[in-house]
């Protein structure tokens, strides 16, 4: 029996020693061979003990823009970074802030309520008492607002759901609509009502969508207790994160600043968010139309839509003062390529404690760069440099990374190679998005390390998830498209740096999000208990920051890009057809009086009125551009570029390095220049949600076929300056030396 | 413009004309006239005050079997018919029906309740003050019980719900259950449960299915208020319908009696039905597992799985006694064919008021007749026999159709043309299921008749639904399979008699079904106001009566036969290549451990077993069946057969009124040998729902390969004789005389 189970052994590191042989994207087998080294050290280092101890310190207080616990946070990464031997410093920009000074929401007839737009301390959760600190819940960047009106309910409050209202002939102009979160990014929902005439927007969290229909609520589970509020940002974050005094460029000392009033990102109307408690009155008092089976929630009662008879009186102001958003920069110099960057970064500001956002993720940074800085006591040195970042201010609107990036603007295009970001983390399975440029990279990763609860690969528990939902197995991690609401979006899609966003999650789900409730101790008894899933975190951001850093040939690569590009590609030829014919079939309904033909007894109909017919596009730009790249993708081997002269080594880096850049235009995305990516965007109505090929997408979709015309011989021209890059990368690895 | 006018009329008035001037199925043109003409006096003498009118007599008091005012209704009804100069005979069936004694539900852990098991009455329906004439919330059949045990909720407690549950490693044994109504006809959730171990049963109406998530409850609204109860019965109904004591004969005086104790169609285990407000604490008090998303309803908690810690004691018991079931059947001699039968039905015991249910229909019956009536002090008189039947005891399981049938089975074998059936109706669209062999010739009835609202045809309106839905336009009116549920059951499944079921519906939901507030006020507010869809549904089935009487052939085909039971072979066929990949696709999950790779922290895993391979069957005998009908199909020319001899003609509808008949076998389906009906049947596990070709699709659903073998053959065989029927048919038309 021994022998049998040293055999056992011996087979197991026989099959290590195979894994540990394999070929490393972008590196020479004999830097493979140290690579792998430093990554079973760096591993060792690791300890998930410092995530919960740190975790437990600076979700301890709340630690929102311009607390004074959120400088303590700062001060304690800072000290940490620099108690690790990195060069730190702390970047200060004084960004608009406005916190709220007046909150008032009266239901005034037919009956009469009064908000309460409180959370209210639980039991089993002292960090729940803190009331005096923390901000109350609300949605910033509203506007200040004295407004009363008919209330009118509107599901969502995306734009399915305005056709909907507007087939009942019922209007939102001059009312006050009350949302459901989710469905969208928050911010949305206030820019749609505004569009159609709204003059102010309430946000509730519906117990259908993480309250008590879930699970449990808190204290006694994971979900949202009937006080819990999401507070969240609500300026107009698809056309332009950051602070919007400073649009465009770094809110340093001196800089200019545009006026608050008017500000273009800012609501039209005001917002104020509250919990279930608090809107079930005025859901109740609501008459008119029976509300849509799918608009239903979980409250105990009829949804109906209004407009009134409820009438709801809605006031807030808010401070509109600056504050100052502090970003945490430890660097630690390459040995060989100092001017290539390699950026890793988390926000550490949280609209109350954020234990699970942001500080689940942050910790993850911290251990990271820990666990690198006994590497180097080891005498190893990153090729390139490593920056790991603590962002500030990005609960508002992506605030300290933006600022940051813009300021720093033109160093990071010469110097950065990539940016890596995780944000709020717990349990369960692995998900990332980025740039498919780095997508096989990244799948090597995912493929060599374990689950911390299964053992198997994070590839293969993926790829059981997708085969347990029943779709197939995986044959490789897919990344997913980046949208925004996070702090990659001012790296990726203002300047073209190719970017990851990194997590775990699927097993720890709740209602915490944003709410007073995301604490420590929330954190400790739903989400990732023992920090096992975070540790693991470190090594899939460690293993990207580490390869990344000290690749012989940065390893990108083009098949699964053009592949995954191609199938945008054959997307929005796709939605240009459904389109036309959607909009045939629905114009004949209208014309054949198929909607007056099913009109029920006692409802009110508004016949939409026939939708101009969709023209054919041509997509040929898109098309040969797409079919240029896939010609060229193939001949690109990752292998021989490792082989070629150590100068073409660097010209190749460099190639890849501008490689993201290249899917960009300065001129940016209609109505929004300050995202100048061409292939990932988050959408103008969606939110963080993406829209890929974004100018052409939303072209088609929101119906402007001329824009769309033009959107598509843009991006014809980017796709043929991508080619143009892929030519020269591949010019210098095929001629052999 | 007035001459424009008149233009308009006149062209109207050609357009109507050459409607008339169509061919009518089954008539030769001059019969055709006369039958137009006949038809629009009939139309001419509906009058929809008269089914208010009645309505509001017969729904006046709670009318169930063996009720006072039971007796009173079918003694109004007979007076009714012999007033109108129908041949009158009340028949009486002794039956037994359990009517509830005891009746206790309580939670004794781990808080405690005792539900009130009471519909209270409502502010403005004075019908729901009479709960001492009304028998309480009950489901009948079920056996006496008093439990005591650990409480379970199965979701709807059908089959898929068990398999979740044995997932999860969740038994029932020894438990007793809580479903929710609907997913499945009540009867199935105590015989699944009873299979699978429960000791109890009970059953409630959750306020997401018929209540306040639907709309505003009564009497604000149409829907279920917290304390509506479903009555219902719960014997084995798709194993045999009918009094349990007389399996297979009539329950007439003398006839022998099984016995109670043991008989087969009781439930196993004792059940009650209960209120969402009597279910709400039970299901407070479940803890264990949270129950799948797909499974909350609309009450404001964390539906959990249980087991317990809930305890609830159940404690029901009945009066095992007999009642009498009437059925009144109002007789119009035909003047050319006495001896073949056109039969007409609706029931008439209610579980309370029964206003919709029955009452609704009840009085489209009558109003048919009295029509009827009319036309013949005009001296016309139908050429084949006419029974206007209005059916007792149909409420506790089909049992005063199903006696009436069983005890007149040889003479309805010789004389039934066909059977129409109505049961409760409404508002909105036209509804019918029934043999496809009459589908051409029921849609020209409704390509004739006009939407009381919109005055398009009901063809067109169910069509502008289907394309408003997002479905094609309808090239005919589609007839849907029968299950069970309604008094066709006997003529149709029992003995082979073609029949219909025919309703309106779709524009007056509601949740009064089967509790105390299916009352008079509640129709004439929410169902039908004016009876305008009563009143069409008289044109409907009058016209579909009318012609069946007076037809010079039989107005049966093939074609559309063909074409829908060919559609059925092919997805029993699909549905055993579907589960063969299935049944693979699993096992393979299974064997690769991907379940324990998904299942979350903390919760119970219980791998499913893999399943034994699906094997290729042998379906040829269904395949050359179906292929020599759809063969013949289009050798029948339903024009050329009126022009036959007179001879011919009856040899021809001879063949016709035998030839649903030979869809049957006498051997009857497996387990179930009263249901002798091969192609159409109620589902053995799913009540009401119709399970086509059900013999070969249960055979495979519940994996029983040999079974499905066999079935197959026998379905061949039966699909011969048919087929053989149709050629001695097509024999008689073809040659030219």
Redesign the interface.
């Known amino acids: 029996m021994r022998y049998l189970i040293i055999l056992m052994l011996c087979l197991v590191s026989l099959s290590n020693l195979s894994a540990q042989s394999k070929d490393l994207m972008g590196f020479t087998p004999i830097s493979a061979a140290e690579q792998r080294a430093t990554e079973a050290k760096f591993d060792g280092y690791i300890n998930p003990s410092n995530l919960d101890e740190w975790m437990k310190y600076m979700s301890a207080r709340p630690h929102h823009v311009g607390s004074p616990y959120g400088k303590k946070v700062v001060d304690f990464m800072a000290d940490k970074f620099r108690s690790w031997g990195f060069e730190v410093k702390v970047e200060r920009f004084d960004v608009l802030f406005p916190t709220p000074k007046v909150r008032e929401l009266e239901l005034i007839a037919p009956t009469t309520y009064t908000a309460m737009l409180q959370e209210p301390p639980v039991a089993g959760d002292t960090y729940t008492e803190q009331t005096d600190e923390a901000l109350p819940p609300y949605n910033c960047f509203s506007i200040d607002g004295d407004v009363t009106a008919e209330l009118v309910f509107v599901n969502y409050g995306i734009p399915a759901d305005y056709e909907e209202l507007d087939k009942r002939g019922i209007s939102v102009e001059g009312k006050i609509v009350i949302a459901k979160y989710q469905g969208s990014w928050r911010g949305i929902k206030p820019k749609l009502a505004a569009e159609k005439g709204a003059i102010g927007c309430l946000i509730y969290s519906d ?1 259908a969508d993480d309250g ?6 808190y204290p006694d ?1 994971a ?1 949202k207790n009937e006080y819990g509020v999401q507070r969240g940002a609500v300026m107009d974050l698809p056309m332009q994160p950051g602070d919007p005094l400073t649009p465009g460029y770094g809110a340093v000392e001196g800089a200019p600043r545009v006026p608050i009033e008017g500000n273009p990102v800012l609501t039209k109307i005001p917002v104020l968010p509250i919990s279930y408690h608090d809107a079930k009155p005025l859901l109740a008092a609501l008459g008119g139309p ?1 509300a849509p ?1 799918s608009w ?1 929630g ?6 109906r839509i209004g407009p009134g008879p409820a009438i709801v009186h809605l006031k807030i102001e808010f401070n509109w003062d600056l504050a100052p958003a502090y970003d945490v920069i430890a660097t630690l110099q390459g040995s060989t390529y100092p001017d290539e960057w390699i950026i890793r970064g988390n926000h550490h500001d949280a609209w109350v404690h954020g234990a699970n956002d942001p500080i689940s993720g942050m910790v993850t940074v911290m251990e990271e760069a820990r666990a690198v800085s006994e590497l180097v006591k080891t005498g190893w040195r990153p090729k390139r440099t490593l920056k790991y970042c603590a962002w500030g201010a990005e609960e508002p609107g992506l605030l300290g990374s933006t600022e940051w990036v813009e300021t720093h603007a033109e160093e990071l295009k010469k110097k950065a190679i990539a940016y890596i970001n995780t944000d709020g983390t717990g ?2 399975y692995l998900n990332a998005g980025g740039s498919h440029t780095l997508e096989k990279f990244f799948g090597e990763i995912t493929e060599e390390i374990e689950d911390p ?2 053992g ?1 690969s994070l590839l ?2 993926r790829s ?2 997708s ?2 939902d029943g779709n197939d197995a995986l044959s490789h991690f897919p990344l997913s498209a980046l949208g925004s609401g996070s702090d990659y979006s001012p790296f990726f899609q203002h300047l073209g740096i190719a970017a990851f966003n990194i997590g775990f999650g699927g ?1 720890s789900s709740g209602g915490e999000y944003h709410t007073m409730y995301d604490s420590y101790e929330h954190y400790k008894r739903f989400k990732d208990p023992d920090f096992r899933y975070g540790a693991t975190l470190v090594k899939v951001a460690g293993r990207t920051t580490l390869r990344l850093a000290n690749a012989d040939v940065l390893p990108f690569e083009f098949n699964r890009f053009s592949k995954t590009v191609s199938g945008y590609g054959k997307e929005v030829i796709a939605l240009a057809d459904d389109l036309r014919a959607s909009t045939k079939k629905e114009n004949t ?1 209208i014309l ?1 009086g ?5 009109v ?2 006692g409802t009110t109909l508004n016949v939409p009125k026939p939708k101009a017919e969709v023209p054919f596009l041509n997509f040929a730009p898109l098309q040969s551009g797409l079919y240029r790249i896939e010609a060229l993708a193939g001949k690109y081997d990752a292998s021989a570029a490792t082989k070629v002269s150590a100068t073409d080594r660097q010209k190749l880096n460099q190639l890849f390095k501008d490689l993201e850049r290249s899917l960009t235009d300065d001129s940016g995305l209609p109505r929004r220049p300050w995202f100048i990516h061409h292939v990932y965007a988050p959408g103008f109505y969606t939110g963080y949600g993406v829209k890929t090929l974004p100018g052409v997408r939303e072209a088609i979709e929101q119906r402007d076929f001329v824009e769309a015309q033009q959107q598509i011989e843009k991006l014809g021209k980017v796709l043929e300056r991508y080619a143009a890059q892929m030519e020269q990368i591949i010019g210098l690895t095929s001629v052999k030396k």
């Open positions: 117990p008590y229909v879930k699970g449990e609520t589970g979900w029976v089976g239903a979980g409250l105990p009662l009829t949804y349990r369960g609860t299964h198997s293969d528990r059981a998830k085969r347990a097993e309904l054949d198929i909607y007056e033909e099913v029920a007894p």
